[in-house]
């Protein structure tokens, strides 16, 4: 199965923005909803943002109004926008199908921290 490959991460002060990449096949990406995931050591992990292959998109409470997901076919690529973010938005970031059915990659680890 070919990976997933999340890049993207690092250390921001509060009130950054980063921008997160998810670069997948062309089989995976062109048929399924893709989702950003996060996970807080010690935490389950959570559903971040959704993309459905026709460009719909749901976002967790948390995240709405600050996190935009968007995809591109011709990279097979699909994004996270995080904006204003927050020292609880530290975690490590994974994307997946929606719901998740692939092997989890390894993460971009995401910290935000004055």
């Known amino acids: 199965q070919v990976p997933l490959v999340e890049s993207g991460g690092g250390l921001v002060q509060p009130g950054g923005s980063l921008r997160l990449s998810c670069a997948a096949s062309r089989s995976i990406f062109s048929i399924f909803a893709m989702g950003w995931y996060r996970q807080v050591a010690g935490k389950q992990r959570e559903l971040v943002a959704t993309?459905?292959?026709?460009?719909?998109?749901n976002y967790a409470d948390s995240v709405k109004g600050r996190f935009t997901i968007s995809r591109d076919y011709a990279k097979n690529t699909v994004y996270l926008q995080m904006n204003s973010l927050k020292p609880e938005d530290t975690a490590v970031y994974y994307c997946n199908r929606d719901p998740p059915r692939m092997s989890w990659g390894q993460g971009t680890q995401v910290t935000v921290s004055s």
């Open positions: 993309i459905s292959t026709g460009g719909n998109t």
